[in-house]
């Protein structure tokens, strides 16, 4: 029997110990260009062991609700950013780690103008926009050498609202 797992709303608080939250909240940390540009600084801390930061442009295909989360993967060797390129909400999942084996995974629903940074390591699911045109840029590690780990649940968790 699968296990339900109920979306959550994205904070800062609650995706801390997986990632960064980026958005604009708040004031800006300063103006720039002629006073006609907030500034929203040093918000995702890029982490790579070796390699360099790389911006590629993924086209991921819309999911629906209910969704079964078969696997997970993460990335040992950097951190990913998932920047949406357009004003639509997408679905985040993320689960902790036990001695190489993800555990209690937890799905969050971005809001408009969030876009999010996976701490490296960290156990998530694949890309999963809600909405077409489901285009993101994503930054993540370039680099020689395997940035890629899965894991296939025995039996997928179900995801809903």
Known sequence: MSTRIRIEPLSVEAFAPYGDLMQASGPPDKLINLGRCG???DRARLDFADGRAGISIFQAEV??????????ERH??????FVPMSFDPFLVVVATDAGGVPQNPRAFMT?????INFHRGTWHGVLAPLCAPGLFAVIDR??????LEEYW??????IEE
């Open 39 to 41: 500034r929203f600084h």
């Open 63 to 72: 999911e629906t609700l209910p969704l079964a989360l078969q696997l997970v």
């Open 76 to 81: 040992p060797e950097g951190s990913q950013a």
């Open 111 to 115: 809001a408009p103008g969030q876009a």
């Open 142 to 147: 370039i680099g020689d050498g395997a940035n």
């Open 153 to 158: 649940f025995d039996t997928p968790y179900i």
